[in-house]
């Protein structure tokens, strides 16, 4: 029988079927092999108890793409989650987490919660700058349900992980989507962080082949495996332009007959350009 795990606690999966959920461990040979299952893998599956649906892992299939944090794979679309205050919305998070999903080949969605208590004008100009890039935005609320049918419209038939910093709804966006979840929700500390209420990754039931990822958030991003001129790629707007700078190995910072910096103001923002700038700096530096 095969299936997709959808949890792991303590060395045992619960594999979600056909037939329902299965509670399973792998074959020895995973730990020999030093393989490890993960969330998010499809697998055959022998069933041991149809009473006590208890069954053994006997193949993961291949992943088509693996996340680090969370550590989950076989990903359709990342939805980044941040909220217009408390936390306020950190744009240099922010790309950097869609440039982790450009890297992943994710679809992404950027999902700006709490929109019941902003002033919507200091965000309008976020949502156009990051549409214009080619992402789709969406304003969120569970104290209105503002945006919330055009988010479960988006999670339809994709597996979708939720990531973004701690605080801004991302575990009270799921308990609104799907109610069962009862997952644990937080307040901000007293330095204005969230508080880390999610402590492991796990696959949650939309619909029909449909699955919520809800992550442990985080406020700091590294990006240390990126090398620096592989970052322009990841950048959308750019990738239209690097190919016609007059030199190959253009970095797009010093170099002159650079039509990616030509484009800044025109196709690229100077925020989003100024951030690449700094990343590249970063990731160039690295020890």
């Known amino acids: 029988m095969e299936g997709r795990i959808i949890k792991g606690v303590g060395g045992l999966y619960f594999v979600d079927t056909e037939k329902g959920v299965y509670n399973c461990k792998p074959r020895g040979i995973f730990r020999k092999d030093k393989i490890k299952p993960v969330i998010g893998d499809f697998v055959t599956i022998s069933v041991l108890s149809e009473l006590n649906n208890e069954g053994v892992i006997d193949h993961i299939h291949e992943r088509k793409n693996?996340?680090?944090?969370?550590?989950?794979?076989n990903i359709d679309q990342s939805i980044l989650v941040f909220s217009t205050v408390s936390p306020d919305i950190n744009l240099d998070l922010l790309d950097r987490?869609?440039?982790?999903?450009?890297?992943?080949?994710?679809?992404?969605?950027?999902?700006?919660?709490?929109?019941?208590?902003?002033?919507?004008?200091?965000?309008?100009n976020i949502k156009k700058d990051y549409e214009h890039i080619g992402y789709k935005v969406i304003f969120t609320s569970t104290k209105t349900g503002e945006g919330i049918q055009d988010l479960k419209n988006s999670l339809q038939n994709k597996v979708s992980?939720?990531?973004?910093?701690?605080?801004?709804?991302?575990?009270?966006?799921?308990?609104?989507?799907?109610?069962?979840?009862?997952?644990?929700?937080?307040?901000?500390?007293?330095?204005?962080?969230?508080?880390?209420?999610?402590?492991?990754a796990q696959l949650i039931k939309f619909a029909e082949k449909s699955y919520i990822v809800d992550s442990p958030g985080f406020t700091s991003l590294f990006l240390e495996h990126i090398k620096p001129e592989n970052l322009a790629y990841l950048f959308k707007?750019?990738?239209?332009?690097?190919?016609?700078?007059?030199?190959?190995?253009?970095?797009?910072?010093?170099?002159?007959?650079c039509e990616v910096k030509q484009r800044v103001d025109i196709?690229?923002?100077?925020?989003?350009?100024?951030?690449y700038v700094n990343l590249f700096s970063e990731l160039h530096t690295k020890p």
């Open 161 to 200: 992980v939720f990531s973004g910093p701690s605080g801004v709804g991302k575990s009270s966006l799921t308990n609104f989507l799907v109610p069962s979840t009862n997952m644990e929700t937080g307040c901000l500390s007293k330095n204005n962080k969230g508080k880390h209420t999610t402590r492991h």
């Open 66 to 73: 693996e996340l680090l944090r969370p550590k989950v794979c």
């Open 237 to 257: 707007e750019f990738r239209p332009f690097i190919d016609t700078c007059k030199f190959n190995d253009c970095h797009h910072i010093n170099e002159p007959f």
């Open 267 to 275: 196709d690229i923002t100077p925020k989003r350009y100024n951030r």
């Open 97 to 124: 987490l869609t440039i982790l999903s450009e890297e992943q080949n994710l679809k992404t969605i950027i999902c700006i919660n709490k929109a019941d208590i902003s002033n919507r004008a200091d965000y309008e």
